[in-house]
């Protein structure tokens, strides 16, 4: 079983930066692939980003690509997300997920964060 817990989220200024962090607990984070997810207000969450447990397959939903970049460290059992170029339709709370399917449905992951909020400003 793995428990993972988000942190990084903020206030920032349209085309600013922010760095997502996703602390897993657990010895066998390392054969999990996990998942970035965001939810705005009315909407229905949406997938990010994935990233295997190798760290060798990375995946980005269309609307951050080119913008965002997902990471890990095995060692340090954390999954990153930064966030560049940040619009204001990225404002949403944001969630880790740990599975062990390689997928970009919420059905993939078994474990799920608390999610921690990113607001950007016009």
């Known amino acids: 079983q793995v428990q993972v817990v988000e942190s990084g989220g903020g206030l920032v200024q349209a085309g600013g930066s922010l760095r997502l962090s996703c602390a897993a607990s657990?010895?066998?984070?390392?054969?999990?692939?996990m998942g970035w997810f965001r939810q705005a207000p009315g909407k229905e969450r949406e997938f990010v980003a994935r990233?295997?447990?190798?760290?060798?397959?990375?995946v980005y939903a269309d609307s951050v690509k080119g913008r965002f970049t997902i990471s890990r460290d095995n060692a340090k059992n954390t999954v990153y997300l930064q966030m560049n170029s940040l619009k204001p339709e990225d404002t949403a709370v944001y969630y880790c997920?740990?599975?062990?399917?390689?997928?970009?449905?919420?059905?993939?992951?078994?474990?799920w964060g608390q999610g921690t909020q990113v607001t950007v400003s016009s």
């Open positions: 990233i295997s447990w190798s760290g060798g397959n990375v």
């Open positions: 657990g010895r066998t984070f390392n054969m999990y692939n």
């Open positions: 997920a740990a599975g062990t399917a390689f997928g970009s449905r919420s059905s993939s992951y078994s474990y």
